[in-house]
Antibody, heavy 119, light 107 residues
Framework: QVTLKESGPGILQPSQTLSLTCTFS??????????VGWIRQPSGKGLEWLAN???????YYNPSLKNRLTISKDTSNNQAFLKITNVDTADTATYYC???????????WGQGVMVTVSS | ETVMTQSPTSMSTSIGERVTLNCKAS??????VDWYQQTPGQSPKLLIY???NRHTGVPDRFTGSGFGRDFTLTISNMEAEDLAVYYC?????????FGAGTKLELK
């Protein structure tokens, strides 16, 4: 059974760095072709893909967030991470991690973690 | 960036009706399109991957089709549990991009 769960700070202030953790089970990021992605959704709005990391440590980022994103993984502990630097109110959203095999894209999603950026 | 345009934005439907949702890509994405269903307060659930393949456990009333730029999700026999927002996603080029969604409501 594939499960993923996101964790994060809940609330942070503008200009801070957002650090998110995805803890998963039921698959391994050392398996050929396997990946984990991050997607966010502001309340009442649509979905925005942020980044993906694959079994071979290849990483793809959404250019719209310029150089603010860093994705990484800890294969031994079945975790993936996302950092977003210099946050502002526009980064307020629910953040999802999802298993993301190369040939399928996000298939199993976590429940999401709500992040609020406010002064 | 590949823009995914979904139509209609919303649709009023009836139980038992056949429903067709559309997604058009601004450039060819081959068959690299997924469809997701999202109900209020829930995370998106994958219905269709690779344009036409049903994900594990998805009822066969959901059918995906298309190639290149034009894609369709059909619900053959609408059920109450299908009232949701549906999103298409292209993963043929980076960045992956979602459509804005189609909301299915009851008439």
């Amino acid at each position: 059974q594939v499960t993923l769960k996101e964790s994060g700070p809940g609330i942070l202030q503008p200009s801070q760095t957002l650090s998110l953790t995805c803890t998963f089970s039921g698959f391994s990021l050392s398996t050929y072709g396997m990946g984990v992605g991050w997607i966010r959704q502001p309340s009442g709005k649509g979905l925005e893909w942020l980044a993906n990391i694959w079994w071979d440590d290849d990483k793809y980022y959404n250019p719209s967030l310029k150089n603010r994103l860093t994705i990484s993984k800890d294969t031994s502990n079945n975790q993936a991470f996302l950092k977003i630097t210099n946050v502002d109110t526009a980064d307020t959203a629910t953040y999802y991690c999802a298993r993301s095999p190369r040939t399928v894209a996000p298939d199993y999603w976590g429940q999401g973690v709500m992040v609020t950026v406010s002064s | 960036e590949t823009v995914m345009t979904q139509s209609p934005t919303s649709m009023s439907t009836s139980i038992g009706e056949r429903v067709t949702l559309n997604c058009k890509a601004s450039q060819s994405v081959g068959i690299n399109v997924d469809w997701y269903q999202q109900t209020p307060g829930q995370s998106p659930k994958l219905l269709i991957y690779g344009a036409s393949n049903r994900h594990t456990g998805v009822p066969d009333r959901f059918t995906g089709s298309g190639f290149g730029r034009d894609f369709t999700l059909t619900i053959s026999n609408m059920e109450a549990e299908d009232l949701a927002v549906y999103y298409c996603l292209q993963y043929g080029s980076i960045p992956y991009t979602f459509g804005a969604g189609t909301k299915l409501e009851l008439k």
